[in-house]
């Protein structure tokens, strides 16, 4: 499937409550998510197929995303 970027975002916020030292997880789910809307809504099939793709990169490079995890706990101590 092409995928063609829909909308440009020049901006993305996470709610104060992402950055806390348990909610790495969340955050970064929260940011892929809204990273994922350059390619339409939620309900859309190219931002449905883009969170999909995004979030299996993210599993196959658990050795990666865990470098970040251990750096994320790491500030908020």
Request: proline share 0%; glycine share 4%.
């Amino acid at each position: 499937m092409g995928m063609k970027c829909k909308y440009r975002i020049v901006e993305l916020y996470l709610k104060e409550s992402c950055f806390q030292k348990d909610r790495f997880f969340d955050a970064v789910a929260t940011y892929v998510h809204e990273c994922c809307h350059t390619f339409g809504g939620d309900s859309s099939e190219a931002f449905s197929y883009s969170l999909t793709t995004a979030m299996e990169k993210l599993m196959t490079a658990s050795e990666i995303v865990e470098v970040f995890h251990d750096l994320w706990k790491r500030l908020f101590q």
